[in-house]
């Protein structure tokens, strides 16, 4: 399995930006997708977006679209998720995540297999 570890989150005003980073151990990192989903609290962990092991394919929810931008460094085992304008929902623990197997594309979140523990996003009014 892949170690994750997530960093970049904190306490941001509405319309304001924030970077995600997740460091990924491992010498497979090129060959898995990664992904980065949410858990407001109260609420379920939700998918937020991921990219396929290339960088060439992307994918997010609507409720991020045109604002996220996921990106990846297979060179240096890191994704990011670039964050815009953001807003009081976004509110929420962010997690770095991937498959439980390589090359599969996936966004259903039983399948993925490795967490990184996750970094509080706080959006403020």
């Known amino acids: 399995q892949v170690q994750l570890a997530e960093s970049g989150g904190g306490l941001v005003q509405a319309g304001g930006s924030l970077r995600l980073s997740c460091a990924a151990s491992?010498?497979?990192?090129?060959?898995?997708?990664m992904g980065w989903f949410r858990q407001a609290p109260g609420k379920e962990r939700e998918f937020v977006a991921n990219?396929?092991?290339?960088?060439?394919?992307?994918a997010y929810a609507d409720s991020v679209k045109g604002r996220f931008t996921i990106s990846r460094d297979n060179a240096k085992n890191m994704v990011a998720l670039q964050m815009n304008s953001l807003k009081l929902e976004d509110t929420a623990v962010y997690f770095c995540?991937?498959?439980?197997?390589?090359?599969?594309?996936?966004?259903?979140?039983?399948?993925?297999?490795?967490w990184g523990q996750g970094t509080q996003v706080t959006v403020s009014s």
């Open positions: 995540a991937a498959p439980a197997l390589p090359f599969r594309v996936t966004a259903a979140e039983s399948d993925f297999g490795s």
């Open positions: 491992g010498r497979t990192f090129s060959t898995y997708t």
């Open positions: 990219i396929s092991p290339s960088g060439a394919r992307t």
